[in-house]
Structures are given as C-alpha cells and as structure tokens.
C-alpha cells in the first residue's frame, strides 16, 4: 500500500507520528480517557509537529500537504488514542477546511495562522437537535440587522468547542421576512451572546471536549459571513465529504489499535497447554480482522488520493466511512471476545477502544445516510451513461 500511495514524504509523516502517538500519547491514554481529561499538552505538541496545520498552506503557517498525509497522522494517533485523534481531525477538517475553502483573505490571514500553530482551536457548528442526518432543517436564525446580524438557536455535539477559539456554524439568513438561504459565519469563542454549555459525558472519546452551544441574541458583524448565503452551506456540505475520508481514518486506527492488542494477547494467553492464537476459533478472528482493517486501509487512502487528485469523492468517501467504521466496530467487539473476561476490565486497552468504535457510525453522517448517499451516486452513475 505505501508504494500504491505514499511519496517519501508520507513516510516520514507515519514514522514521525507513529514516534510521537507511542512515546507521548500511549503513556497516558489511560489516565485521559479515565479522568475526561481534554489533552491541551499534547495539543501543543501536535502544534509545534506541525500536525494542527496539516493540511493549512505554508503561507499561513501550516505545513501545507495534503488529504494521504492528513489520514497517515490520523491512523497513527488512533491506534493509540481515539480522543487525541479526534481532537486533531475535528480541528483540521471541520475547524480549517471550511475556512480554507469558504473564507475571504481577511478571515484566513485572521484565523488560520493561529489555527495552524495549534495555539487556537477551531470548531464547527452544523448538527441541532432537530437537524442531524436531515442538515437542510436547520433552525438556528440570523436577522439582518444594518451592518449586522442577530442570530438566536443552537448547535449540538460540537466538537472541540470548550477549548477552541473560533467557531463556524451554520445559520438561516434572514433579511426582514426573505429567507436568503443557509449561510455559514466564523467568530471567536468569546463573541457575547455565544453560551458553551458544560462537556458532555460520553460513552467513548472521553477525553475529547463535546458541547452544546446557544445563540441568544448574539450580535455579529456582517463580516463574519464566510460566502454569500446561497453558497455557504453547499461549501459546509462539500467539508463533510473530507470530513468522511477523515472519520474513516479514524475507524482504521481504532480497529488496528485494537488488533494489535488482540494479537499480542493471543500469543501471550494460554489455554490447554497452548497459546490461544493455536485455536482456530481465536485464529479466524484475527485473520479475518487484518483482513478487513487491510480494505478499510485501501477505501481510504484510495478516497484520500482521489481527493488529492480534485476528483469528485462523494461516493468514495461515503463508502470509506461506511465500511471502515463497521468494521472497526466489528474488530473492537471481537478484540474483547479474544481477550474473554479481561477485555470487559478498564486496565485493558481494548475496553477503551471499543467504547471509542460506536461513534465512529454515527458521527459525519451515519451508516444509514452513507448508504442513501453511495446508492444515490450510482443511480447518478447510470443516468449519466
């Protein structure tokens, strides 16, 4: 596979991370996720890696590659820890891409520097609570208002937006009594009007920051709008598809995490005078996992360079998400089988990364829209012939 995608470059991107997630992550992952504990050290660290500005060009401080190294640092932080890989790709595909792609020069030269030096987080605001997998029934609202706009609602699971200090969201553009369209803005965290609300307690990603945010009254300048109305939130749509690739980078890292750790188990614990690798119950189940985490590994890094080539990846990216979260929930469950009792216990790893694989379907689109999105693609696909 590095041969298929990876220039010399990308190698050194997977060996630097792989150093940085085994010496500085692994030691304490366990204390993260136990504690809740948001990683701000090893924010800083990824920063000055140059991981926070990953795919931000050099120009605005980032380090400027492209979607293969984006997914390469995912998987590496994943196998180790899915909270610190979660915080970085929140940042990098829903905190700067849409202002990469959606923003004016004075935005970018505002934010990105910052973003790329990992000394400000970035967040984005899409989901409500009655506006999930249906993003077109937003009901957040902002009113023209002069120079400015008034903008009252909410946004739910935004993640990393406790610690960040810029936010994008989603909004209705209202000018007097004519909706003008769904819009996208950026402002800073501290904007009055913005309430964060307190962290979420989660099943798994724990120690990654997840709030609820409301909009009371919140005056913004005209200025923030990134776009115009009418092409905002077809550009946020267009993120989610990265955002897709990145989840599914996110699902191969977990399921190899929890891989591996079932393979060295299955060498180290002994059952009838043998290692339980010796029976072919426990053996099908890795074999089949490394085979399954090999053409999770193949969708994403085939979606990532198709991306990296400006070619269309809707349904590349939807099938990557699709079929490497499954399965990383598959390999999570099954690590924990090939561990029997231990795997239920906390102290081993595996415990930790399954609770962390169940995300993995819902989040940027669950596994039910995925397959709507991957079927409506092929109906395109035949119309167009």
């Not at 993260?32 to 920063?47: A, C, R, S, Y």
């Not at 990098?92 to 987080?121: I, V």
């Not at 937006?161 to 800073?188: C, H, Q, W, Y």
């Not at 390999?331 to 609770?355: L, N």
């Amino acid at each position: 596979m590095d041969n298929l995608f990876f220039s010399d470059e990308h190698l050194m991107i997977k060996e630097m991370v792989q150093e940085f997630a085994e010496s500085e992550v692994a030691p304490i992952a366990f204390e993260l996720d136990k504690n809740e504990t948001f990683p701000q050290e090893i924010v800083t660290k990824m920063g000055e890696l140059g991981l926070m500005g990953i795919v931000i060009p050099e120009k605005y401080g980032g380090t400027g590659l492209d979607m293969v190294a984006f997914v390469t640092a995912i998987i590496e932080l994943a196998r180790v820890d899915a909270s610190v890989a979660i915080t970085m790709t929140a940042h990098t595909s829903l905190g700067c891409l849409p202002l990469l792609q959606l923003g004016n020069d004075e935005q970018k030269e505002k934010y990105l520097p910052k973003l790329a030096s990992g000394e400000m987080l970035g967040a984005f605001g899409l989901t409500e609570p009655s506006a999930g997998s249906d993003s077109g029934a937003t009901k957040t609202t902002a009113v023209k208002d002069g120079d400015s706009y008034i903008v009252n609602g909410g946004k739910v699971f935004i993640t990393n937006v406790g610690e960040a200090g810029v936010l994008s969201f989603t909004s209705r553009i209202m000018d007097g009594d004519n909706f003008k369209g769904i819009g996208a803005f950026i402002i800073p965290t501290n904007t009055p009007g913005l309430e964060i609300a307190t962290k979420e307690k989660k099943m798994g990603w724990k120690a990654s920051d997840t709030r609820q945010i409301f909009f009371r009254d919140m005056v913004i300048p005209a200025s923030a709008m990134m776009g115009t109305p009418s092409d905002g939130f077809k550009a946020f749509l267009k993120t989610l598809t990265s955002g897709r690739i990145a989840i599914g980078a996110l699902s191969v890292g977990t399921a190899l995490g929890a891989y591996e750790k079932a393979l060295q188990y299955s060498s180290e614990r002994e059952a009838f005078g043998k290692p339980i690798h010796k029976f072919q119950s426990v053996s099908f189940k890795i074999a089949d996992m490394a085979t399954e985490i090999e053409a999770s590994k193949l969708l994403v890094y085939h979606a990532a360079w198709m991306k990296d080539q400006g070619i269309s990846v809707v349904k590349e990216a939807a099938m990557a998400k699709l079929f490497a979260s499954e399965v990383a929930m598959k390999t999570t469950t099954e690590a924990i089988q090939v561990h029997g009792g231990y795997g239920y216990v906390k102290e081993f790893d595996v415990e930790r990364f399954f609770r962390d694989a169940k995300i993995l379907e819902i989040g940027e689109g669950t596994s039910e829209i995925q397959r709507l999105i991957i079927f409506r693609e092929l109906l395109n696909e035949i119309s167009s012939v």
